[in-house]
């Protein structure tokens, strides 16, 4: 009896988020690439097994889960696996806009990054690549990516946030307000700001304790649940306050509020529905039925008035 051998299996897309010209997720049983080249940085991390491979004919091996492979542009390599179980290994295909091309000659020195902060940056990354509709916190994500492979290449140094923080916080605070529905990318924001992407996150941050993507999903949650208690369809709630389609509203209004959009409008449906019934009730209570009078004239009691116990002629 064989034992059980496991099955090549890939994903591929293309997102919407400038820099990244693909993403690549796969796991390899028993493959090996022949030799070639990319015209983008191919950035992977190591989440399973092992992977011999070349850059530039110089081999190296990556055997730890969370490594971090690094590989420039127009530099010849390959790849094959080591071990029966192959490997499973998540890629970004980034454009030299994120990357300059003048910073091969330090990647292919050292393609093999053990770095667990950079490795859950791109991580990150991936989790909110696997969504449509959130580029801005996917943007953001990948600009402390780029700056931590800078550090790497030693080609930056982080600029921690000083007495301007505030002033640039609190313009990047309005910029988003008048931005709900239509959104903003973040390089048009550090263009209109006149700041650096990292910086203008970071400022943020330290201003007002989250990500600037963080303030933007809340005031649209903030919004999504006035109009669905107002008795607006989730399908047209999600465009109206700036999601990308009513699955985007829902993942992020359920994570939240514990709870669907369509639940939660459901509501403002009982709370009608209640109202209904109370005003049925009252009408029931506010029945009026003939009596007989000393006087011998018909007149009318209203069970539930305050009128109770006075007799009326029968005018009607």
Known sequence: MTAHQPRTRISAWRPSVAGIAEVFHAHFADHAYPLHTHDTWDLMILDDGSVDFAVDRRRHEAADAGTVILLPPGVPHDGKTVKPSGFRKRVLYLDTCVLPERLTGAAVDRPIHGDGLLRRRIH????????????????????????????????????????????????????????????????????????????LIRCFRQTYGMPPHTYLTGRRIDRARRLLLAGKRPADVATVVGFYDQAHLNRHFTRHLSVTPARYAALHDRRATGNVRRLRQADQKERWFPVKTTTAQDSWIGSGSSRRGRTFPNDA
């Not at 696997?130 to 943007?139: K, N, R, T, V």
């Open 124 to 199: 990150q990354l991936h989790r909110v690549l696997a969504h449509s509709g959130d580029q801005f916190e996917a943007e953001s994500r990948l600009t402390f990516v780029r700056e931590r492979l800078l550090f790497h290449l030693h080609a930056s140094q982080v600029k921690t946030p000083g007495r301007e923080a505030g002033r640039i916080a609190a313009a990047l605070r309005e910029l988003l307000d008048s931005r709900i529905h239509a959104g903003v990318s973040l390089n048009e924001a550090a263009t209109i700001l006149h700041a650096h992407p990292t910086h």
